[in-house]
């Protein structure tokens, strides 16, 4: 079996990716939006705390925080220690992340924001998630960013996902390290 896990703020393209995935062999893994996007269009979804035995808490500050996602990601393929855990826990193996982040920089941006909105729109898991899988990029896909799809999709097509791996995971370290400059500008320049 082959997890993919799909948790995005912005949509676009999502639903043809998603589509793509399914064909392709994965078993698909989401959380809130991006789960009822894809259920209205009537593609198969495993709801994440469906998934971990664990429900949404704290208003949706966590969902994907949990060692049956983390481990799922972070398992090195091949490693009977990390097998043997795996199997322990119940842990499959997610082998695609498609993540992109609360729109952080585009609510700071808005006239008259206050620190509340500012605070609520950091995001934590889907950072964690991106870094989870840039990590172990030799094994697992990571997507952060609609115009990626495409490229992923052909190598999908191609068998040439190994190879495209690198770059992705490479790109996945540019987007946080760029993130988290803007929340810490931003906090700089509000205290």
Not at 19 to 47: N, Q
Not at 59 to 86: C, S
Not at 99 to 105: K, S
Not at 168 to 184: G, K, N, P, R, V
Request: proline share 4%.
């Amino acid at each position: 079996m082959s997890y993919a896990l799909l948790s995005v703020s912005n949509k676009e393209g999502i639903v043809d990716l998603a589509d793509k995935l399914v064909f392709y062999g994965h078993d698909l893994l989401s959380s809130g939006g991006t789960a009822t996007a894809l259920e209205k269009e009537g593609i198969p979804v495993i709801r994440v705390s469906e998934y971990t035995g664990s429900p949404e808490i704290l208003g949706g500050r966590v969902k994907t925080l949990h060692p049956k996602i983390h481990g799922g990601i972070l398992a090195k393929r091949n490693d009977r220690d990390h097998d043997a855990d795996r199997l322990r826990c119940l842990i499959e193996l997610i082998d695609v992340v498609v993540v992109n982040l609360y729109p952080f920089q585009a609510t700071v941006a808005k006239e008259g924001v206050t620190w509340a909105e500012g605070i609520e729109n950091i995001d934590i898991g889907g950072p964690t998630m991106v870094r989870s899988a840039a990590k172990n990029h030799k094994d697992v896909s990571i997507l952060t960013n609609p115009e990626q799809y495409g490229r992923f999709i052909e190598a999908l097509k191609d068998n040439t996902v190994d190879e495209l791996r690198p770059q992705l995971a490479l790109e996945a370290f540019t987007h946080t390290a760029e993130y988290d400059t803007a929340i810490s500008t931003w906090m700089k320049n509000n205290a």
